[in-house]
Nanobody, 126 residues
Framework: QVQLVESGGGLVQAGGSLSLSCAAS????????MGWFRQAPGKDREFVAA????????YYTNSVQGRFTISRDNVKNMVYLQMNSLKPDDTAVYYC???????????????????WGQGTQVTVSS
């Protein structure tokens, strides 16, 4: 069982930055791929970024590549999403998720994640 709690959302002007954090419970944190997803009003939840259990490179959706950075600290059981050059289109509820994808590209798939946080609102004003 893994419990996830996000923090760090808020209101920011376009071009600004925000850093999201996700605190995970459980002793097997390193076993999980961690992902960030988001859901804008009236839209389906979509993949944003993911990082494997061992850390290293992140995986990103095209629209945030070069602006967002995912990282994790396996000692503190934390995962982060640094968001720079924010745009109004980034406005959404952001969710942290933990899973063990069963195939190589599964990190991008919502269905491969078992545990979810409650979400944190990010609003980018123009």
């Amino acid at each position: 069982q893994v419990q996830l709690v996000e923090s760090g959302g808020g209101l920011v002007q376009a071009g600004g930055s925000l850093s999201l954090s996700c605190a995970a419970s459980g002793r097997t944190f390193i076993a999980y791929t961690m992902g960030w997803f988001r859901q804008a009003p009236g839209k389906d939840r979509e993949f944003v970024a993911a990082i494997s259990g061992a850390g290293g490179r992140g995986y990103y959706t095209n629209s945030v590549q070069g602006r967002f950075t995912i990282s994790r600290d396996n000692v503190k059981n934390m995962v982060y999403l640094q968001m720079n050059s924010l745009k109004p289109d980034d406005t959404a509820v952001y969710y942290c998720a933990a899973g063990r994808p069963s195939y190589s590209s599964g990190s991008y798939s919502e269905g491969e994640y078992t545990y979810w946080g409650q979400g944190t609102q990010v609003t980018v004003s123009s």
